[in-house]
């Protein structure tokens, strides 16, 4: 092996040693680099992912800060505007609670009122009644047949206000406790047959007649006094917003499973838009018709219902022959 060949191996040897520590100090460092870049963005989704689960405390590191210095930054830029919007929604939903809390007192109060207000206006018109019936049973003297009609209309008009004071009382009652049903084996025929006959004299006024049709002749299980509630509440209600010299039918059907009470008047009906909230709190038509109304009947009846694990609901026709039906369902 001659000097040049010698030379030339020396000189390869040193040029591919230096290379090869050349290139393993860069591989060190690009891996030192790698492990950097690693960790920041490690750090970068762990702050993400705790913001993601309510933690608002989390905050990108020093090492992320120093990897991803403007994506770190706007990170915790939106974690303190975060922060911010979220103590805003505390505080209006503080204000807001404040202000519920004191809506819900004064309705508390417009509820005491009430029906504090309808329970003391219950024994006079309770007297009333007692004195319109020695009146016609001629307890204080033989009437004429004029003195003996108008009486009978203020005994109906009596019976009316009876029946509204009730409801509102009930209502009350609903309000402040759950209701809490007594149920017997009864006979439903002779439950809304004597609805009727009580309720007879207030459509008579009017010279609206009610009709009753019946398929049904099995005993259910039930509240009577709640059902009979709810059967006053309706026929009162069809022979408010009925024609004079018209009528009202009743009827009582069934299927396999169920049984319903249709209660049927003709002559005004509810529009499209209105009967989804018929049976809402306060919700009345009445006043169109010039007709007194609280809104608590229909809302009452189907409290009463739905206790029952029944439903209540209406049909109403504003073509042809206006009619408006109200059906209860109840279980067999």
């Given at each position: 092996m001659n000097a040049y060949v010698f030379a030339f191996?020396?000189?390869?040897?040193?040029?591919f040693i230096v290379a090869f520590v050349y290139l393993f100090i860069r591989y060190t460092n690009l891996k030192k680099t790698?492990?950097?870049?690693?960790?920041?963005?490690?750090?970068?989704?762990?702050t993400i992912n705790s913001v993601r689960y309510g933690n608002l405390f989390e905050r990108?590191?020093?090492?992320?800060?120093?990897?991803?210095?403007?994506?770190?930054?706007?990170?915790?830029?939106?974690?303190?505007?975060?922060?911010?919007?979220?103590?805003?929604?505390?505080?209006?939903?503080?204000?807001?609670?404040?202000?519920?809390?004191?809506?819900?007192?004064?309705?508390e109060?417009?509820?005491?009122?009430?029906?504090?207000?309808?329970?003391?206006?219950?024994?006079?018109?309770?007297?009333?009644?007692?004195?319109?019936?020695?009146?016609?049973?001629?307890?204080?003297?033989?009437?004429?047949?004029?003195q003996h009609q108008a009486?009978?209309?203020?005994?109906?008009?009596?019976?009316?206000?009876?029946?509204?004071?009730?409801i509102i009382l009930e209502t009350y009652k609903l309000n402040e406790t759950k209701i809490e049903l007594n149920k017997e084996e009864i006979d439903a025929n002779r439950l809304i047959e004597t609805t009727i006959?009580?309720?007879?004299?207030?459509?008579?006024?009017?010279?609206?007649?009610?009709?009753?049709?019946?398929?049904?002749?099995?005993?259910?299980?039930?509240?009577?006094?709640y059902i009979k509630r709810v059967l006053k509440n309706l026929i009162l209600n069809a022979i408010s917003f009925s024609?004079?010299?018209?009528?009202?039918?009743?009827?009582?059907?069934?299927?396999d499973k169920n049984i319903y009470i249709k209660i049927t008047n003709y002559g005004k009906s509810i529009k499209k838009e209105e009967l989804k909230h018929v049976f809402d709190k306060y919700y009345t038509?009445?006043?169109?018709?010039?007709?007194?109304?609280?809104?608590l009947g229909l809302y009452l009846s189907n409290k009463i219902v739905e206790a029952h694990k029944g439903k209540i609901f209406v049909e109403s026709n504003e073509e042809n022959e206006k009619y408006t039906t109200f059906i209860i369902e109840l279980s067999r």
């Open positions: 191996l020396i000189i390869f040897q040193a040029v790698f492990s950097k870049y690693q960790r920041g963005l490690c750090g970068l989704l762990k990108i590191n020093n090492e992320t800060l120093e990897v991803f210095p403007k994506l770190s930054k706007s990170v915790n830029s939106m974690i303190e505007s975060i922060v911010d919007r979220e103590d805003m929604i505390k505080e209006y939903q503080n204000d807001l609670n404040k202000k519920i809390d004191v809506l819900t007192e004064v309705e109060l417009k509820e005491d009122f009430v029906a504090t207000l309808t329970h003391d206006l219950k024994v006079p018109i309770l007297a009333e009644k007692n004195m319109l019936s020695f009146l016609l049973d001629n307890r204080f003297g033989e009437l004429n047949e004029k009486l009978m209309h203020l005994k109906n008009s009596n019976k009316e206000l009876v029946e509204l004071v009730e006959e009580e309720m007879r004299p207030i459509a008579d006024t009017d010279n609206i007649q009610i009709n009753y049709w019946t398929e049904y002749q099995e005993r259910i299980k039930l509240d009577e006094f024609e004079p010299s018209s009528k009202i039918d009743v009827a009582l059907c069934n299927n038509t009445a006043k169109k018709f010039r007709k007194v109304g609280t809104g």
